[in-house]
T-cell receptor, first 113, second 116 residues
Framework: QKEVEQNSGPLSVPEGAIASLNCTYS??????FFWYRQYSGKSPELIMS????GDKEDGRFTAQLNKASQYVSLLIRDSQPSDSATYLC?????????????FGQGTTLQVKP | GAVVSQHPSRVICKSGTSVKIECRSL??????MFWYRQFPKQSLMLMAT?????????EQGVEKDKFLINHASLTLSTLTVTSAHPEDSSFYIC????????????FGSGTRLTVV
């Protein structure tokens, strides 16, 4: 079982719709979770971080965390063509925050005008 | 915000030569930096954790004699790909964090290595 799993997609949504990206992780001791966006040929950029169960909203983005189910998701409201990118879920693996950030394989999002 | 500078952004080298990639934290001190490798259409794979003043910790399957990591100061870590071969061609990315674990990790802009 991979430590961090995502559906590689592509996930295609029309402009203005809600895009829902999902991620599961294997280490129950993990305490911090991140969503990164990566455009082709570029390095990842941080979109959201979440540490507690529940929802965290920032503009059009909402991260959701459920530690019992070992599940973290990202919702993008009012999707724009500029949101088209690969979204990487990253988890700090291990208790006590060892600092190792492990990535899922990424979900490619396509927002069609 | 935290800025990580990485260079070169692109390098082409001949097979058998060595290439050094630098990663600098510009406005903060990073006791720990991380090196990732990303092949086309794949995710970031952690290669090693670089700790200032001590030996790097390599992930399973990563050859420490081939990928030399030096973290001599709190703002600079280097990755040297020794005796590079075409299969080492990849996108290498470093990252650093002000406080490991609870804060997002800032990434360098990446280095596209092509070995011919």
């Amino acid at each position: 079982q991979k430590e961090v799993e995502q559906n590689s997609g592509p996930l295609s949504v029309p402009e203005g719709a809600i895009a829902s990206l999902n991620c599961t992780y294997s280490d129950r001791g993990s305490q911090s979770f991140f969503w990164y966006r990566q455009y082709s040929g570029k390095s990842p950029e941080l979109i959201m971080s979440i540490y507690s169960n529940g929802d965290k909203e920032d503009g059009r983005f909402t991260a959701q965390l459920n530690k019992a189910s070992q599940y973290v998701s990202l919702l993008i409201r009012d999707s724009q063509p500029s949101d088209s990118a690969t979204y990487l879920c990253a988890v700090n693996i291990g208790s006590g925050n060892t600092g190792k950030l492990i990535f899922g394989q990424g979900t490619t999002l396509q927002v069609k005008p | 915000g935290a800025v990580v500078s990485q260079h070169p952004s692109r390098v082409i080298c001949k097979s058998g030569t060595s290439v050094k990639i630098e990663c600098r934290s510009l406005d903060f001190q990073a006791t720990t930096m991380f090196w990732y490798r990303q092949f086309p259409k794949q995710s970031l794979m952690l290669m090693a954790t670089s700790n200032e003043g001590s030996k790097a910790t390599y992930e399973q399957g990563v050859e420490k004699d081939k990928f030399l990591i030096n973290h001599a100061s709190l703002t600079l870590s280097t990755l040297t790909v020794t005796s590079a071969h075409p299969e080492d061609s990849s996108f290498y990315i470093c990252s650093a964090s002000l406080f490991t674990g609870f804060y997002g990790y800032t990434f360098g802009s990446g280095t596209r290595l092509t070995v011919v």
